[in-house]
């Protein structure tokens, strides 16, 4: 089985940086996601690392250690559209259907 | 434009009374899921298919069925719904096992 980690919620002003966080364990790792899910809206796809290290797309990072079974998720220069749900999903190769498993998402809140 | 439908986009029944949500997505992707958000629980899988008359169980799937009969289709079938799947119901599709994955609008769903 896969067990999946992220605050449930962080608070950051409008200009600044937030890291948010997400801890996994899976018997067979072959990638992570992070989604983006505003309130009452579908997840949007934001990244994706299957290797360790850092991918960066424009104001969004994601970084990946496997030995660690850890990710992070780096907003820079926030904008209080990314008041937002980030969802952080992991791939198992163990499973037949490759399935995506979700963590229960981070709440972002964004203020002035 | 490429995107994911789902019909309804609410819906309030009754407990026994058959439905059906419908999924279609344009982008002639092989791999589709269905997906249902609690609060709290996140997103978790009730069934998926790989491809044509290819469909498995996800983590979900008591109370639920599936049939894919063409690739662009994936509808939902809830033969005898129960307050308990009272949810909001995303669909999903990928190009292919590996791919990320394009989430329908969502189907918010109350049964009585």
């Known amino acids: 089985g896969q067990n999946i980690d992220q605050p449930t919620e962080m608070t950051a002003t409008e200009g600044a940086i937030v890291q948010i966080n997400c801890t996994y364990q899976?018997?067979?790792?072959?990638?992570l996601f992070w989604y983006q899910q505003h309130a009452g809206e579908a997840p949007t796809f934001l990244s994706y690392?299957?290797?360790?290290g850092l991918e960066e797309k424009g104001r969004f990072s994601s970084f990946l250690s496997r030995s660690k079974g850890y990710s992070y998720l780096l907003l820079k220069e926030l904008q209080m559209k990314d008041s937002a749900s980030y969802l952080c999903?992991?791939?198992?190769?163990?499973?037949?259907?490759?399935?995506?498993?979700f963590g229960g998402g981070t709440r972002l809140m964004v203020k002035p | 434009e490429a995107q994911v439908t789902q019909n309804p986009r609410y819906l309030i029944t009754v407990t026994g009374k058959k439905l059906t949500v419908t999924c279609s997505q344009n982008?002639?992707?092989?791999?589709m899921s269905w997906y249902r958000q609690d609060p709290g629980l996140g997103l978790r899988q009730i069934y998926y298919?790989?491809?044509?008359?290819?469909?498995d169980k996800g983590d979900v799937p008591e109370g639920y069925k599936v049939s894919r009969k063409e690739k662009r289709n994936f509808p939902l079938i809830l033969e005898s719904p129960s307050p308990n799947q009272t949810s909001l119901y995303f669909c999903?599709?990928?190009?292919?096992?590996?791919?990320?994955?394009?989430f329908g609008p969502g189907t918010r769903l109350t049964v009585l």
């Open positions: 999903a599709s990928s190009l292919a096992r590996y791919n990320e994955q394009f």
């Open positions: 899976t018997s067979g790792f072959n990638g």
């Open positions: 690392n299957v290797l360790d």
């Open positions: 999903a992991v791939r198992d190769e163990g499973n037949a259907g490759n399935m995506l498993t």
């Open positions: 982008m002639n992707h092989e791999y």
């Open positions: 298919s790989m491809n044509v008359e290819v469909t």
